[in-house]
């Protein structure tokens, strides 16, 4: 029997048919925006049905729920600008437009006004504007609006249209394997030797591995994830069992909020039908903003009924070389000098200077089809110049 989606039933708020044309009201929305808007329509982030109203807003601020009780850690809002706010009023439609083109229509409940520094120490534990998080939060209208959405149209895609699956195709795929237990893999980075020993590890125990890589909107300086998702084709087609893994992308943008990100995560891969969730060292965290552990942690905070999802915790692993293999501090009895620290953001850096990974970091196909990728665009950013 497959898992209940979080709140008890998938959301389902795409109808291209709407007829929006005669509506005169429209808010210009961002790209951060638009990626939580196809999220909200495709069920991905069930139960919501729409932007937050301000008193799920603050249910999540205050107490990492919504207002009927329910585990949610992340805000979920519809910034608008402030000169609109006298021209949108309640209990009215507007068009949701992205460059030029309606994607969707908002069913005006609430307007209302926020403090974007609360916000900001609430959520992201910092008001230091060096916070991705932080900075996109300030760089946004304090005046949202909350209501019900539809969404007419669905976005262009960076990776190609056939990852991009809903949660009840997700979990019609999932049947179709018969896997009854699946590890969901939440990642915005290639996937190095480490990755790839907590994935196995947490395979062992589940029918099927679902790698699942956040393609919304994030970092500047993250590789981008049309040149990920071949590092991961590239990885999976060597190195792991087609028959027990499944690759999709997660159209969400990213927040960077670290331990709140984490649980927020975990409940949206419930939705798309996972039943175990990977938890390593600094999930989703950013600079030195969070402890090493502190998206484990904040898991202690709820039970697992009201989570409904169980989270796998892994220490931080590292390559020993008197191993011989991919290790923890678990597992490996020696010292910091035999062990290779492994990490995405070493990854990024090695390869903007020009460095190669070594294999004992990263598998060679992985490194190669990300130095081909990033020279073909640097090629094109040139080209264009």
Known sequence: ????????????????????????????????????????????????????CKADYEGVLYHMRLQNGLVWTLPVTLPIPIEKQASIHTGSKVKLVYEGSVYGVLEVEEIYEVDKELEAITIF??????????????????????????????????????????????????????????????????????????????????????????????????????????????????????????????????????????????????????????VGRDHAGVGNYYGTYDAQLIFNQFSASELGIIPLLFEHSFYCSKCGNIASIKTCPHNDSDRLILSGTKVRNMLANGERPPIEFSRPEVIDTLIQSLQKEDQLGSSEE
Not at 16 to 40: H, M, Q, R, W
Request: aromatic content about 12%; some cysteine.
């Open 125 to 278: 534990g910092t008001k230091d504007s060096n916070h991705p998080g932080v900075k996109r939060l300030f760089e946004e209208s304090s005046i949202y609006a909350g209501g019900n959405v539809t969404m007419v149209r669905k976005p262009s895609r960076i990776v190609p249209y056939t990852y991009y699956l809903t949660p009840e195709e997700m979990r019609k795929a999932f049947e179709e394997k018969g896997w009854r237990t699946i590890v969901g893999f939440q990642t915005r980075n290639p996937i190095h030797r480490a990755h790839e020993y907590i994935q196995k590890a947490a395979l062992e125990i589940t029918d099927g591995l679902l790698i699942h890589p956040l393609v919304g909107e994030t970092k500047k300086d993250d590789i981008p994830p049309s040149i990920r998702m071949k590092s991961y084709e590239a990885i999976v087609k060597d190195y792991y069992s087609e028959k027990y893994t499944m690759i999709a992308a997660f159209p969400a943008p990213m927040y960077y909020a670290g331990p709140r990100e984490a649980i927020f995560h975990a409940i949206v891969r419930k939705n798309y039908g996972c039943t175990h969730f990977i």
């Open 1 to 52: 029997m497959a898992i209940k989606p979080h709140g008890g039933h998938l959301i389902n708020g795409f109808n291209v048919s709407f007829p929006y044309d005669k509506l005169t009201g429209e808010i210009e929305i961002s790209a951060f925006s638009l990626a939580n808007l196809e999220c909200i329509a495709s069920g991905a982030y069930s139960p919501l049905k729409g932007f937050m």
